[in-house]
């Protein structure tokens, strides 16, 4: 009885520490465990998830950058081609103000002639009365023979 006691007393001694391990050991740890397992596969896939959205956040960013250039060209092309419109529309405002400056200069200079011309024409007609008067040894009367003065200012 003594080794059979003895071996009996152990192995219920051993199913009770086997019993006591799983239920309140064995079965907490193992929760433990599959917790955090689950936690790390989370995890992971978290990861993998903000990998993937990185790649696509750059990937879209890319995108647009290369847009925002394109059209930054784009408007700076607009801007080139408005400047050249602006300059050549300068251009043709100055041209034009050139050629009305130059024709109202040129009108005036016509006008400025035509003066000198009836001045002179009026000085002619005065010398020419002179000298008939010294020719012919009398006075001329502008009035009465004032027919005779204009077809002569028309002939100078």
Same mark, same amino acid.
């Given at each position: 009885?003594?080794?059979?006691?003895?071996?009996?007393?152990?192995?219920?001694?051993?199913?009770?520490?086997?019993?006591?391990?799983?239920?309140?050991?064995?079965?907490?740890?193992?929760?433990?465990?599959?917790?955090?397992?689950?936690?790390?596969?989370?995890?992971?896939?978290?990861?993998?998830?903000?990998?993937?959205? !990185?790649?696509? @956040? #750059?990937? +879209? /960013?890319? *995108?647009?950058?290369?847009? &925002? %250039?394109?059209?930054?060209?784009?408007? !700076?092309?607009? @801007? #080139?081609? +408005? /400047?050249? *419109?602006?300059?050549?529309? &300068? %251009?043709?405002?100055?041209?034009?103000?050139?050629?009305?400056?130059?024709?109202? /200069?040129?009108?005036?200079?016509?006008?400025?002639?035509?003066?000198?011309?009836?001045?002179?024409?009026?000085?002619?007609?005065?010398?020419?009365?002179?000298?008939?008067?010294?020719?012919?040894?009398?006075?001329?009367?502008?009035?009465?023979?004032?027919?005779?003065?204009?077809?002569?200012?028309?002939?100078?």
């Amino acid at each position: 009885m003594n080794i059979t006691a003895t071996l009996l007393g152990q192995m219920i001694a051993f199913v009770l520490l086997i019993w006591f391990v799983n239920k309140l050991l064995w079965g907490p740890l193992t929760g433990m465990m599959a917790e955090r397992q689950k936690r790390i596969a989370d995890g992971l896939a978290a990861a993998d998830r903000g990998r993937h959205d !990185l790649e696509l @956040a #750059e990937k +879209r /960013a890319k *995108e647009l950058l290369h847009k &925002a %250039k394109n059209d930054s060209a784009e408007v !700076l092309a607009q @801007a #080139e081609r +408005r /400047a050249v *419109e602006i300059v050549e529309e &300068a %251009k043709g405002a100055a041209r034009a103000e050139g050629e009305r400056l130059v024709a109202g /200069a040129r009108a005036e200079i016509e006008q400025e002639a035509n003066r000198t011309r009836e001045k002179l024409r009026a000085e002619m007609v005065t010398l020419a009365v002179a000298g008939a008067e010294k020719v012919l040894g009398r006075e001329i009367d502008a009035k009465a023979h004032g027919d005779l003065l204009n077809q002569l200012v028309k002939q100078i």
